[in-house]
């Protein structure tokens, strides 16, 4: 058994960590109010949007055809990898890293040996665990989070949409987390471009939605459909940021209430060496005072 000093340094150590760990909760539980309550309230505005524009998407004709809803043969891919910039969140980071990993794998692996793929890392810490796997991130936007904001995201989102309007990428696909709740996240891939375009309906218990558009169909396509795909790119940084204070409030939890009981466990083994220690002294006395009389 170790010796009492041990274990109340021990104790005093962990004492501390639960104190760090607890104040580290309550920052996060205060930074998810903000987060949860900005994410909520773009939520239906964003769905909404989406909705009519894949509604909308439905009738375009080949004329009237946005350069954002163009598919063509897959050449050059972007995969924009979403994390956090910190870590002790458990596994929200290492979730949206395993997973691109996997996709580039499974679909990705000649591009990836033929230097046509190209990833974008929003979050230090996916840049990292990228890197520590061999694969480099041609651009990165670290300083987003640390003011999140649609202005100055609208830089960012607005480069990606002319590369591909350009020529430079045949499809950009985003990993993040989605937020659900303040204990869960779920790890979702999209097809930021191209737009997928709703299919005829041919269900015919399925009826699509009569839009007036007014001034023009040209016009309505050239300002919603830009529009749309900036406020999903925003709305995928707002749930990641919501999810990433989530997962850390989370961790953070569980990490006091570990604390906690090893505190209890450690707590009882220093009574125990103590108990013992004084039992020994007290031997030790009888024995000489017995050797004494004798």
């Keep these: ?47 909404k949007l989406h909705e009519i524009l894949t509604n909308l998407s439905a009738s375009l004709d080949k004329d009237s055809e946005s350069p954002f ?41 000649t591009f990836l040996q033929d230097g046509t793929l190209d990833i974008m890392t929003i979050g230090k810490k996916g840049a990292d665990l990228l890197k520590s796997k061999g694969i480099s991130s041609t651009d990165s936007h670290h300083g987003l989070f640390d003011s999140l904001t649609f202005d100055n995201v ?61 001034p023009s169909r040209e016009e309505i396509i050239n300002e919603l459909i830009p529009k749309s795909l900036k406020m999903q790119f925003y709305k995928a940084l707002l749930d990641s ?22 505190l209890r466990a450690l707590q009882l083994n220093y009574n125990k060496a103590r108990q013992s220690a004084i039992t020994n002294e007290i031997l030790e006395i009888v024995s000489g005072a017995e050797a004494l009389k004798g």
Excluded: W
């Design 154 to 214: 609208l830089g960012v989102v607005s480069g990606i949409m002319d590369k591909f309007t350009a020529g430079k990428y045949d499809i950009i696909e985003i990993f993040y987390n989605q937020f659900k709740n303040a204990a869960s996240q779920e790890l979702t891939r999209e097809v930021f471009l191209p737009l997928i375009r709703k299919e005829k309906f041919e269900d015919r218990f399925e009826t699509s939605l009569d839009y007036i558009l007014e």
């Design 1 to 47: 058994m170790a010796n009492l000093k041990d274990i109340r340094n021990r104790i005093q150590s962990v004492k501390s960590t639960r104190q760090i760990t607890s104040a580290m909760k309550m920052v996060s539980a205060a930074k998810l109010r903000k987060a949860q309550d900005a994410i909520i309230q773009m939520r239906p505005y964003a769905n």
């Design 241 to 262: 940021n919501a999810s990433e204070h989530g997962a850390r409030m989370t961790a953070m939890h569980k990490a006091t209430d570990n604390a906690t009981e090893l």
């Design 69 to 109: 809803t163009q598919k063509r043969e897959v050449s050059r891919a972007l995969l924009v990898v979403i994390t956090s910039n910190r870590g002790l969140c458990g596994a929200f980071n290492s979730n949206v890293v395993k997973k691109t990993l996997q996709v580039i794998e499974e679909e990705y692996k």
